[in-house]
Structure formats: structure tokens, C-alpha cells
């Protein structure tokens, strides 16, 4: 079964300045996506940002791009220029792309980080 | 457009009660998903419908938890009798197509807290 690990319960960045979320997996299979949620105070989460495996280069949003390195099984999220709104529990998923019988919207979830943001 | 909405935002019950909790789709979604996240721990996949269809109930905890998505538009997620591990939140997401065929977005509700005491 494939796990998502994120292993910084909590993250601090000044703002401006740039932060780096951690998120490693563990999965068998090759081809999968995965995902970066935010979910700020107001509850609904929010899609940051999608890799999918078989693509090389890293995917990039704004201020928010990944650090994608799939023999390693580890997917970070870099904030730059952070800004206040930018506060929020962040969610590392992992999403297979194999039909299994079962349901394939069935993201499998980190326990987050929850990122603070100071002026 | 609406977002997916979620009813009530906020759910405090005694143990043993029943609680329902309501989520409206992002109209014309077929993909109906329910997920929880109790305190601390990871955000868990309960079911998934397509339509009125269960697809995947394969996350669902026990038989005190009854979804239903009659007529296929909004969902309900009836728990009974509630049990303090019940707490929570719920969230419902929805996708227009089966986000395993192309590259659809799922989109979340705000959820909503339970709290049973």
C-alpha cells in the first residue's frame, strides 16, 4: 500500500523569504501523480500544485514549484517570496493512476505541516 | 460558480447521538468523495460515488456510517450512534469526470467539524 510521509508537523518562514515543505512516499508502482493541498484557516482545501511521475521536469506555480525526485521518492514544495496568506496546513497526496476496481480520486493523504508566516 | 458546500460547518453531538452531514457538488459533478481527518492524523478516504452509485466504500470505518446520494446530486453521511473516535472533520470533494482518466481536479468542500462528547 503506498504511504505519504511528511515529516515537519511545523514550518516558520519570514516573509519574502523562501521555505521548503518536505514530503517523501512510498509506492511500488510508476506512474502515479502527486499533489500539493493547501488548507487555509477558512478549512477548504486548496489545490497548490500536481506532478505526475512520468514527467521529468518539475512543475512550477507562481511562487510555488517542486523539487520532484522519483528514485529518491521525495516531492518538497518550495514557497518563495512568502506572503502572509501564504499561512496554512499544507498537504503532501499521492494519487495512483492504475484502475484497481476501486476509486482512483482516492488520494492518499500526509498528516501535513502547518506553515507560519511571519511579517 | 458554487463551490462544493458542506452542511453544517460545525457538529457538536453527545455520544450515542446521530448526525448527518449534508454536501452539495459543484453542479454537474458525477464524482462524489468523502474523506475525514480525525486530529493529528493523515486525511482518509471514506467513499467515493459515482452518480447515485457507490463506487469505492472501501474507507468507510463500520456500519454506523451510512452515505447515500439520492437521485445523484448531493450526498449525505449519517452517523449512527456516533462514538467519541467519530470526531473530526468531514470532507466531501467532487469531480466532473473520473479523476483517474484525465488529469480533472477534485474539488473540496470547506468540511465539517464533529465533535462528539
Known amino acids: 500500500a503506498q504511504t505519504v510521509t511528511q515529516s515537519q508537523p511545523e514550518m516558520s518562514v519570514q516573509e519574502a523569504e523562501t521555505v521548503t515543505l518536505s514530503c517523501t512516499y512510498d509506492t511500488s508502482e510508476s506512474d502515479y501523480y502527486l499533489f500539493w493541498y493547501k488548507q487555509p484557516p477558512s478549512r477548504q482545501m486548496i489545490l497548490v500544485i500536481r506532478?505526475?511521475?512520468?514527467?521529468?521536469q518539475n512543475a512550477t506555480e507562481n511562487r510555488f514549484s517542486v523539487n520532484f525526485q522519483k528514485a529518491a521518492k521525495s516531492f518538497s514544495l518550495k514557497i518563495s517570496d512568502s506572503q502572509l496568506g501564504d499561512a496554512a496546513m499544507y498537504f503532501c497526496?499521492?494519487?495512483?493512476?492504475?484502475?484497481?476496481?476501486?476509486?482512483?480520486?482516492?488520494?492518499?493523504f500526509g498528516k501535513g505541516t502547518k506553515l507560519s508566516v511571519k511579517p | 460558480e458554487a463551490g462544493v458546500t458542506q452542511f453544517p460547518s460545525h457538529s457538536v453531538i453527545e455520544k450515542g447521538q446521530t448526525v448527518t452531514l449534508r454536501c452539495d457538488p459543484i453542479s454537474g459533478h458525477d464524482n462524489l468523495y468523502w474523506y475525514r481527518r480525525v486530529m493529528g492524523k493523515e486525511i482518509k478516504f471514506l467513499l467515493h460515488f459515482v452518480k447515485e452509485s457507490k463506487q469505492d466504500e472501501s474507507g468507510m470505518p463500520n456500519n454506523r456510517f451510512l452515505a447515500e446520494r439520492t437521485g445523484g446530486t448531493y450526498s449525505t453521511l449519517k452517523v449512527q450512534p456516533a462514538e467519541l473516535e467519530d470526531s473530526g472533520v468531514y470532507f466531501c470533494a467532487s469531480s466532473q469526470a473520473a479523476v483517474w482518466t484525465t488529469n480533472e481536479k477534485l474539488f473540496f468542500g470547506s468540511g465539517t467539524q464533529l465533535s462528539v462528547l
Open positions: 506532478q505526475e511521475a512520468y514527467k521529468q
Open positions: 497526496a499521492y494519487r495512483s493512476t492504475m484502475n484497481y476496481g476501486g476509486s482512483q480520486g482516492n488520494l492518499i
